[in-house]
């Protein structure tokens, strides 16, 4: 946002320049990101001064070219050949001295001695256009004859000179969205840094607006009052369409706006000016003398000031006369009820639109206008009529209109300025330091926040409604912090803390560690959008719909709450590359999920939390093909190596995880990992209707790691190396007939408790039901592994060992040997 140096000055008495009003501007929250001198003459007629031609002579080689002396109020006469066909002896004329540089758009030249067909020449005599005056070259500007000469023509001209702060205005400081809006802060801030109440805030008055007549009514009818909270509206006949004065085009200039008449400067003006958008229609295109505020069905076209034809959605609010769309609400206007040089009378508009609708309207047409950006940020409902009046009242002056009806206001439901309580204790404890309750309140005074009572623990504050985003206590003390200075907050030499010795993992250095493993093994990293479609959660089995967390304002509908899980965004992902023909697809994705409890605890911020989770996706052949490598499909215990070979990177003991058969409804067949009863990972085939839903068609495998939980397990110690064991180890096998329902991780558990020490794996190779097995029976083939670090195994330790593992998977699994 830029802001004008001598606009500001106009609503605040400071002496100060605009490079010492940029540090204080940074201060109280108002970002200065740049500084610029502006001149509403480019380079501002420096080294061009007022001149006297003495004497005049034809060029004796040119027919064209005149000879002239000039007296700039140097002393000597100045011999400069002109090619003006008016130039004549006596006249007071503009001179560019012998160094000036002159502008021509962007580019520039200088003016040096020159000999002109052989007589000298050492400046120039200028015609509008070549000082950026205006446009003619018919001749020099002949200037009155009461000029003294050698004055500087800047100060002739009134050449404005001005320095513009460009400001990175936050998204919650609407207020500060215009002239008056900065200087208000700014007049706290002073009065802050000075000690004293010498800075007030200075407004235009609209006291002297009456009506001139009654003889252009128009009719404003709302009926989208959920989108348009309040219109305000005025008629003004038999106006003059002109080009601007130069204080106004300078203004404008000077913000980086265009001027382009008289009456759209206007309202660009008093937008600036007041952070109140405004809008002139021409009244004689208002059939049916009816505005009338309302929606418009879906696809109907509708042409802007652009002249682009867009498709109208049903949810954008439009300001229409009895037969057509005429503008999109506090967006942008149309091209047929816009101001133009034929236009005489105007229906000038000063409304409160919904922030969200117009928010949406902006992105859906990719419009970003100067009203858009104030109304999406929060405008404020109770200074419509001011900024109205202000703009009829400049409408009256300079386009010489007649204000020819009443202000029609439709403001069904009032919006009344809020109250809030403040407590000094919690003032102090927020920013870290006590402040004065006298400094408090004079900085809300000055902010234009009303006291509405005290006693000696808190006060009572009325909000005005154009501070949109203060609504809470801790808002109103975010408010005085600011005023009262970031800078002025005591930091104690001794910062009294408590260090952990205990070394903590790298979480970020150990996620790429991560990512570097699945890439190597093909896997292509995804990064998909926070905020997904409502309704995945509700379709899908496994997932609570309430436990969404819905977005209050969504910019649309497939965006409407935050994501419960990685899996649909890796879907949506899979979906999109298969239908570009892409079969064979590996990826994974960090990212967050986010929910909320069905408890509802009555803190409400525990109703919310949110996990660290890493997705892995796989579909089609695992190797693309080629000649020197297999092209296996991918399947579920290609999903199980990828997640296991992560558990076992991040140096987890995989003795100490349960692995267990769940049942998912997101999944065909699924088994999670846990640790400590938490559940690590879980794993599974995607199941068809959750993949006919996104209208996959080919098989899809995937795991979801609990990125959250797992790093809580991470070995803090680091990680060490043993040498190979230099003695043997000793395989046994055992084929034992077990229950159906008895998972091998079962029975290696039990087996590992039996014996920790010399027990080092056992692995299940076959797996038999037929003959001789009973019904609801199966027999396992185990292998077990035996091994000391000190010494190699004899026969005697290696039975012993054995039959103390049979004994434990006898009595817990029910098993007994074939």
Same mark, same amino acid.
């Given at each position: ?7 500001? =000055? ?11 009003? &940029? ?9 200065? #990101? ?160 000075? &000690? ?14 009456? *009506? ?7 009719? *404003? ?20 369409? #002109? #080009? ?19 009456? /759209? ?73 816009? *101001? ?48 109205? =009046? ?26 009344? @300025? ?19 309750? @006298? ?8 902010? #234009? ?44 030499? =001794?910062?009294? &803390? ?45 997932? @609570? ?76 052949? /695992? @190797? ?112 034992? *007939? ?81």
């Amino acid at each position: 946002m830029k802001l004008s140096y001598n606009w500001l =000055k106009q609503y605040i008495n400071t002496d100060l320049s605009a490079e010492e009003l &940029s540090p204080i501007l940074t201060d109280i929250g108002l970002e200065v #990101e740049g500084l610029e001198k502006f001149q509403s003459i480019k380079g501002g007629l420096q080294g061009v001064v007022i001149g006297e031609v003495k004497s005049c002579r034809k060029h004796e080689n040119a027919d064209k070219l005149s000879v002239t002396t000039v007296d700039v109020g140097t002393g000597e006469l100045l011999p400069i050949v002109c090619g003006a066909p008016n130039v004549a002896e006596g006249q007071k004329v503009a001179v560019a001295t012998v160094g000036t540089i002159l502008y021509d758009g962007d580019e520039s030249f200088t003016i040096n001695k020159a000999k002109i067909r052989g007589e000298a020449s050492e400046g120039m005599i200028c015609a509008e256009d070549e000082l950026g005056l205006g446009t003619s070259h018919e001749g020099i500007m002949v200037l009155p004859e009461n000029l003294k000469n050698g004055t500087p023509a800047s100060e002739y001209f009134n050449i404005e000179e001005d320095y513009v702060f460009e400001i990175g205005l936050t998204p919650n400081r609407g207020d500060a969205a215009s002239h008056i809006g900065s200087a208000r802060d700014l007049v706290a801030g002073l009065n802050r840094i000075t &000690s004293s109440k010498k800075h007030k805030l200075t407004l235009s008055s609209v006291d002297e607006f009456k *009506v001139d007549n009654n003889n252009l009514d128009i009719d *404003v009818i709302v009926e989208s009052p959920e989108a348009c909270e309040r219109y305000t509206g005025i008629t003004i006949s038999n106006v003059k369409i #002109e #080009e601007s004065p130069e204080w106004l085009k300078n203004k404008l200039n000077a913000i980086g706006l265009r001027p382009i008449n008289n009456i /759209v400067d206007i309202t660009n003006f008093v937008l600036h000016e007041t952070g109140q958008p405004l809008h002139a229609f021409d009244a004689d295109k208002i059939t049916g003398n009816k505005v009338i505020v309302k929606k418009l069905e879906n696809n109907t076209p509708f042409l802007a000031l652009d002249e682009v034809e867009r498709k109208l959605s049903n949810d954008d609010l439009m300001i229409c006369n009895i037969d057509k769309g005429m503008c999109i609400a506090g967006v942008f206007g149309g091209i047929d009820s816009g *101001v133009s040089e034929n236009t005489k009378n105007i229906f000038l508009e000063s409304a409160y639109f919904d922030a969200t609708h117009i928010r949406k309207t902006s992105k859906r047409h990719s419009l970003q206008t100067d009203a858009s950006f104030r109304f999406e940020r929060g405008a404020d409902p109770n200074i419509t009529v001011f900024a109205l =009046k202000r703009a009829a009242l400049l409408i009256k002056e300079i386009a010489c209109g007649e204000i020819s009806s009443e202000i029609k206001d439709v403001y069904p439901k009032k919006i009344d @300025n809020w109250t809030i309580d403040i407590s000094y204790a919690n003032v102090d404890r927020l920013i870290g330091q006590k402040i004065e309750p @006298n400094i408090i309140k004079d900085i809300l005074i000055d902010l #234009e926040i009303k006291i509405l009572g005290e006693d000696d623990n808190s006060i009572k504050v009325e909000v005005p409604t154009f501070k949109v985003e203060v609504t809470r206590e801790v808002d109103i003390i975010e408010e005085i912090l600011r005023i009262y200075g970031y800078n002025n907050i005591q930091l104690d030499n =001794k910062i009294h &803390s408590s260090i952990s010795l205990r070394q903590k993992p790298d979480l970020e250095k150990i996620q790429n560690m991560i990512s570097d493993y699945l890439s190597s093994q093909g896997f292509a990293e995804i990064m998909n959008n926070s905020l997904t479609k409502g309704e995945y959660t509700e379709k899908a089995d496994g997932f @609570n719909a309430e436990e969404n967390v819905n977005i209050l304002n969504p910019l649309s509908n497939d965006l409407n709450v935050l994501r419960q899980s990685l899996l649909f965004g890796g879907l949506e992902s899979i979906a999109y590359n298969q239908n570009r023909r892409i079969s064979n697809q590996k990826i994974y994705e960090f990212g967050k999920i986010y929910q909320i409890s069905a408890g509802k605890s009555q803190n409400i911020i525990k109703n919310y939390f949110e996990e660290r989770h890493l997705l892995i996706l796989s579909t089609g052949n /695992v @190797n693309e093909e080629s000649w020197n490598a297999n092209d296996n499909k991918a399947d579920f215990y290609y999903i199980k190596s990828m997640v296991e070979a992560t558990i076992s990177r991040l140096g987890i003991d995989r003795k100490q995880i349960k692995i267990e058969i769940s049942d998912n409804p997101i999944y065909s067949y699924s088994m999670q990992y846990n640790f400590n009863n938490t559940i690590i990972a879980e794993i599974g085939n995607i199941d068809k209707k959750v993949l006919k839903s996104f209208n996959i068609k080919k098989e899809v495998f995937g795991a979801i790691v609990n990125w959250t939980n797992i790093c809580k397990y991470l070995p803090s110690k680091n990680t060490s190396y043993e040498p190979v064991l230099k003695y043997p180890s000793v395989r046994r096998d055992l084929a034992m *007939v077990i229950d159906k329902n008895v998972s091998f991780n079962q029975m290696k558990e039990v087996a590992l408790k039996a014996e920790r020490k010399l027990l080092k794996d056992v692995g299940l190779f076959d797996i038999y039901e037929g003959d001789k097995i009973p019904e609801g029976k199966k027999s396992y083939a185990l292998s077990f592994t035996l091994q000391d670090k000190t010494k190699t195994l004899n026969d005697k330790t290696i039975d012993k060992t054995m039959r103390r593992i049979q004994q434990m998977l006898e009595n817990e699994c029910g098993a007994v040997l074939r």
